[in-house]
Nanobody, 123 residues
């Protein structure tokens, strides 16, 4: 199973980015998928979950600004990030959440996860 995130980069405050996570070796259509992030020197912060019925949940710090979606035909999950703030700076990971329970303490607590993509919000 392989998850590959892309779409990170440097953006100014108030800007937008769209992250993608392409999954191979596993069919995501029946699984919950998570996004989580880790800022330098901080612990893992859960960002969002999307379930097989497209129900979504978000962490309080991103609610109203971030949107997760999925394209099962492409076995891909997305994270649209709008109105970015400096505190959103982190490495963003996507993960397969077979239990559908969302937040984990460590990225390795998920069933499968990607290598992460860096998002830096700075002027």
């Amino acid at each position: 199973v392989q998850l590959v995130e892309s779409g990170g980069g440097l953006v100014q405050p108030g800007g937008s980015l769209r992250l993608s996570c392409v999954v191979s070796g596993f069919i995501i259509s029946n699984s919950a998928m998570s996004w989580a992030r880790q800022a330098p020197g901080k612990g893992l912060e859960w960002v969002s979950n999307i379930y097989s019925d497209n129900t979504t949940y978000y962490g309080d710090s991103v609610k109203g600004r971030f949107t997760t979606s999925r394209d099962n035909a492409k076995n891909t999950v997305f994270l649209q990030m709008n109105n970015l703030k400096p505190e959103d700076t982190a490495v963003y990971y996507c993960a397969i959440d077979l239990a559908g329970t969302g937040p984990r303490e460590h990225i390795s607590d998920y069933d499968y996860w990607g290598q992460g993509t860096q998002v830096t919000v700075s002027s």
